[in-house]
């Protein structure tokens, strides 16, 4: 008779939601400046988020960098904690974590002051357990299929950088900000670790001759995240982002020079998955005894290793060049992703790198016109359904020729990609009547190409011992005219 175990698979799978808000940040500058503002930049820094009971409080610090001109170059920094409630989507999601982007910046003039005003995008990550009853390690004849089972490991770490820029003699630092990007992840016995890059961006103006410079460096980080269970087959998601910069200036008046020191704090989060094998029943057959089956379906959803991609984009920037004037710098340069598809053995990504680009006109007056570079790249990339491309950017190097702007840069592309694979599982087997025997001696079954035992089986009716011990030159899977004979006792 079938002795049927029943267990409950569980599959974890993601909910993202998201929401948008507004913030707004007093500049501490009258309004009579407005028209000065050269470059205005926003990030989020510090975010916090905690589950109530059918809602998400989450906040964070928004920060807004302006630089300004006039008689000088200067640079004045504003921050606004914020906070806000967004329900849950089910009250038995658990939240994995929440990413901000800050966008569509803007100046506003309230009580003779001036406001940073912002569109806050919230993006949530919630994990929630599908489980359906299957069943498994049934004493029956089988067909047997493997479900891969995955357990999530949250990490959520800071590491400290610190790296130093030599200029010559600085008056101030204009603008500075910094992105991370994880090139590498390395599971281990009870641990991961964790390779990237990030890539740092400050501008200064110069004490001798009001020069505007800019360095761009690459600082290398590596993290090692312990992490119970983990081994060499964990597959890791991780993400990083910047949760805070940091810059102090060093002056070396006898050599005329000064040293910027730039300290991050990174944060690194994602999850780490473990697969184990799960054998379930995807169809059963009893020789003897009439079985009635009930089915289920589930969706296992498996997330691939997300591979890391560097592509050289370049060309014209849309940029409205003032007429008689000079090019200085390009200044808070962002990757913005519009669309990405897969193609044959590969994807297409389109999108363009934005920001501001600085001129000089004949009296040496400072303006600010925004610039876009729309690039569209294709990029290896085998595997599933992409979820998400996550992209940043290296050094962008511009020169003006013939009035138009000309820059090239890298950009890192990193790609989210999942797998769901639907499976037919038997839910619940109930015995019914004796099945009545053969009364025939003899059984022949012609075999069509691939074939196997179960197929012969059910067809015959009898156990797979049986098959073999009357036919045991034949190979399975069958082939089209091979022939299975089965002999009975009359």
Not at 123 to 133: Q, R
Not at 274 to 292: N, S
Not at 443 to 459: I, L, M, R
Request: a negative charge; charged letters at 25%.
């Amino acid at each position: 008779m079938v002795k049927a175990q029943f267990d409950n698979f569980l599959n974890v799978c993601e909910i993202r939601t998201t929401e948008r808000s507004t913030v707004e940040c007093s500049l501490n500058l009258s309004e009579d400046n407005e028209d000065k503002i050269l470059h205005l930049s926003g990030k989020v820094y510090q975010p916090t988020f905690e589950r109530e009971e059918n809602s998400v409080v989450y906040g964070g610090l928004a920060t807004f960098n302006v630089v300004f001109g006039g008689e000088e170059l200067m640079r004045a920094e504003a921050g606004a904690k914020f906070s806000f409630k967004a329900p849950c989507p089910e009250a038995d999601c658990v939240l994995k974590f929440v990413e901000y982007t800050l966008h569509s910046i803007k100046i506003k003039k309230e009580g003779g002051m001036l406001y940073a005003v912002a569109t806050l995008d919230s993006d949530f990550t919630f994990a929630k357990t599908i489980g359906i009853n299957c069943l498994v390690d049934a004493e029956a004849l089988k067909k047997e299929q493997t479900l891969t089972k995955l357990t999530a490991y949250p990490i959520d770490v800071n590491c400290d950088l610190d790296d130093e820029f030599d200029f010559k003699k600085i008056k101030r630092v204009l603008f500075s900000d910094a992105v991370a990007c994880v090139k590498e992840v390395k599971p281990a016995v009870g641990a991961v670790t964790v390779e990237g890059v990030a890539t740092v961006n400050v501008i200064a103006v110069t004490f001798s001759d009001g020069e505007l410079i800019k360095e761009t460096r690459a600082v290398p980080f590596s993290f090692e995240a312990e992490s119970d269970g983990a081994d060499e087959t964990t597959r890791a998601f991780i993400k990083a982002r910047v949760d805070k910069l940091a810059l102090k200036v060093y002056v070396d008046d006898k050599q005329d020079k000064s040293t910027v020191s730039v300290a991050m704090i990174i944060n690194l989060y994602g999850d780490l998955y473990r697969p184990f094998e799960m054998q379930y029943v995807a169809d059963c057959y009893d020789v003897r005894t009439k079985l009635t089956l009930e089915r289920g379906r589930t969706i296992v959803s498996e997330k691939l290793p997300s591979p890391t991609t560097i592509e050289r984009v370049g060309g014209k920037l849309n940029c409205d060049v003032p007429d008689y004037s000079r090019f200085l710098k390009l200044i808070g340069e962002n990757v913005e992703i519009a669309s990405f598809k897969p193609t044959a053995g590969g994807m297409t990504v389109e999108g363009a790198i934005e920001g501001n680009a600085l001129f000089a006109d004949g009296e040496n007056v400072m303006v600010s016109k925004p610039f876009t570079l729309p690039f569209s790249v294709d990029a290896p990339f085998e595997g599933a359904k992409i979820a998400d491309v996550i992209a940043t950017c290296g050094e962008v190097v511009c020169k003006m020729r013939s009035g138009t702007l000309e820059a090239q840069t890298e950009i890192t592309l990193t790609v989210v990609a999942d797998v769901q694979t639907e499976y037919d599982v038997i839910t619940a087997i109930e015995e019914g009547e004796a099945v009545e025997p053969d009364s025939s001696a003899i059984s022949v079954y012609v075999g069509a190409n691939g074939d196997t035992e179960w197929d012969v089986t059910k067809k015959l009716g009898v156990a797979q011992d049986v098959i073999a011990k009357y036919n045991p030159e034949v190979n399975f899977p069958l082939k089209d005219g091979d022939k299975i004979i089965v002999y009975r006792k009359l």
